[in-house]
């Protein structure tokens, strides 16, 4: 089935001419998006998740002009931020454990973007956000000044947030729309047995280990699982993918449209009507213990 590309950097639509009863199974976990905009992006992960008419041509086209591997996971330690993250391990291990001092008030994953309701309905997937599709959440950046101040010295990050699995909770298998950007995962907490804790990326599967990292290209079908008795943290960071010009200029573009969707201005929205309450929650528990203010981390 040919796809084409529409105004989004991720919308992918069935040609016109082909758009009749034969292609019902694909326009039906399109129903219910907004016909305002607003959940365009969401049309297209949804429609990946439930059809392998994967948009391949432009997996392919920035497979093809990337300077990095294209495998489901990549080499951390080929990354030049890998470094600077695992030297801060400690500080940005610190703050996570502020935050899990108020796990109950933070947002679930899909409170801030209601389209994850495919991936989680309850309250055992938790978000700490410091930056969204290059919108900052200056509140938080606050709340954790050494992490704040870690992920702007990232040159390409376009989103940045504390990821907490609590227990028994599992991710099921779903794929991520866009190659212009690779995942990187500081592991922070790894509950025991570490082994019942971990992730697959295409046919392979990774744990991780508190200080180190794990980088691995999302549009690969992936799943995550938690079947332990403590919470899992990782700082869950979207960078650009490294790619050859005139590429890379072409991924900035598409990105810089994106964080000015309406879909990010509507995920904003959702976590700025969510911010007084959790500032409440913050302060009641950090009140004797004001935050460091910002900073700015050694090369």
């Known amino acids: 089935m040919a796809l084409r590309r529409s105004r989004g950097p991720s919308e992918w639509q069935l040609p016109r001419r082909r758009r009749s009863g034969q292609c019902a199974r694909f326009r ?56 600077l993250l695992e030297r801060h391990y400690p500080a940005i291990r610190a703050e996570a454990d502020r935050v899990l001092a108020v796990r109950e008030a933070l947002p679930n994953f ?59 909770k599992r991710l099921p298998p779903h794929y991520g729309p866009y190659r212009g950007v690779l995942r990187h995962h500081l592991a922070l907490v790894v509950p025991e047995p570490a082994d019942a804790c971990g992730i697959r990326v295409g046919g392979q599967v990774r744990h991780w280990t508190e200080g180190q990292s794990l980088v691995f290209d999302d549009t690969y079908e992936h799943e995550a699982w938690n079947d332990t008795e403590g919470e899992r943290v990782v700082l869950f960071l979207d960078i650009r993918r490294p790619l050859q010009r005139p590429v890379s200029w072409i991924n900035g573009a598409i990105i810089a449209v994106v964080r000015r969707s309406p879909f990010v201005a509507a995920a904003r929205a959702q976590h700025v009507e969510k911010e007084q309450q959790f500032a409440a929650a913050w302060d009641a528990v950090h009140r004797q213990q004001p935050s460091a203010g910002p900073q700015r981390p050694d090369s």
């Open 110 to 168: 899909q409170d801030i973007g209601p389209d994850q309701i495919r991936l989680s309905d309850d309250d055992r997937w938790k978000a700490f956000w410091f930056v969204g599709y290059g919108v900052w959440d200056d509140p938080n950046c606050l709340r954790c000044p050494a992490t704040a101040a870690v992920l702007r010295a990232i040159p390409g990050l376009t989103t940045g947030f504390l990821s907490i699995l609590g227990p028994g």
């Open 28 to 83: 039906q976990p399109l129903a219910g998006c907004y016909r305002d905009g607003t959940r365009l992006p969401a049309r297209a992960q949804t429609a990946v998740q439930n059809n392998r008419a994967v948009p391949e041509l432009a997996h392919r086209a920035f497979g093809r002009f990337s300077t990095v591997s294209t495998e489901p996971f990549l080499d951390a330690h080929g990354m030049p931020w890998t470094a």
